[in-house]
């Protein structure tokens, strides 16, 4: 993740401004501006590791925000070696430990741990259903069923779990589905006009929820066939059908798959089995900081 890109700087800018960070009236009140401490930033659980490389970044902002000269004295943060995004730590672990001034802390200690909770938890839960399906061709993908103005930073953490990305947005891919058959003729018509009209290098894949709404997208010409709300059972009867076409056609399987389930689709021979929970429900990891006074040499 490039935490210095416009994009993902403007997401942490706004987070910072959306709790008035710089504005912190308790902290001002009550904390003496020239006071330097430590925060040890601390997994409370045992997690998946996403969002770490946004903390300096916050500092830096914050800087850039705040006028007063505390805002801008030096910090560090220092994290072992061995914690990075995308790694797996135990409960207990410190991810990293942060030194600057108090009152920058004390103001930028939810949105921090905001962010580093919910993007740890998206990894975490991602990690979880790719070790479920471990030692089947299958890989886990996500959706576009993102908190808005998150998905980069959802993404990226889908990806630190062990998770693959589906299209980012729309103009990255094409996916008809029900909506676009009965709005746009019927399917094979639908297929057609996709095909004579795309851009370069884009697949035109078809949702399906039949084996008779499979043989229509194999005939018209449907590039990747994505398998929604079948079980496992009518899943692998398609993949028999898929495969005997004398090309290769991409198989997703999506809707209604959990963790309690996903190996036995997995299991079916498909390519790839998208989870919306992975963005949508996943719980925040515990993750805490401590912060305490540094005392003077």
Request: charged share 20%.
């Amino acid at each position: 993740m490039d935490w210095k890109s416009h994009r993902i700087e403007a997401i942490l800018e706004q987070a910072l401004v959306e709790d008035q960070a710089v504005l912190d009236a308790t902290t001002t009140l009550t904390i003496d501006p020239n006071l330097r401490a430590t925060a040890a930033i601390l997994a409370r659980q045992e997690l998946v590791v996403a969002g770490l490389g946004a903390v300096p970044r916050f500092f830096e902002i914050f800087a850039r925000l705040d006028p007063r000269p505390h805002a801008h004295n030096r910090f560090e943060v220092v994290s072992h070696p061995e914690i990075f995004d995308g790694v797996r730590v135990p409960a207990g672990q410190v991810l990293a430990i942060v030194r600057h001034n108090a009152c920058v802390l004390l103001s930028s200690e939810r949105v921090i741990l905001n962010l580093l909770q919910h993007l740890s938890g998206i990894a975490t839960l991602t990690h979880q259903f790719a070790d479920a399906i471990q030692g089947t061709h299958a890989r886990v993908l996500d959706t576009r069923k993102t908190v808005p103005g998150l998905r980069a930073l959802e993404k990226y953490a889908v990806l630190c779990g062990g998770g693959t990305n589906h299209r980012i947005d729309l103009a990255s891919g094409i996916l008809i589905k029900n909506n676009h058959i009965s709005l746009g003729g019927g399917l094979t018509k639908v297929i057609a006009r996709a095909l004579q009209s795309r851009q370069p290098g884009q697949r035109v894949q078809v949702e399906v929820r039949t084996l008779e709404e499979l043989e229509e997208a194999l005939a018209g010409g449907a590039e990747a066939i994505k398998l929604d709300q079948m079980t496992a059972a009518q899943v692998k009867q398609s993949i028999v059908c898929i495969k005997q076409e004398k090309r290769w056609i991409p198989t997703e399987a999506s809707g209604g798959i959990g963790l309690e389930n996903i190996r036995s689709y997995a299991e079916t021979g498909v390519d790839f089995i998208s989870v919306g929970a992975l963005t949508h429900s996943a719980k925040a990891a515990d993750i805490s900081m401590s912060i305490t006074a540094e005392t003077a040499d």
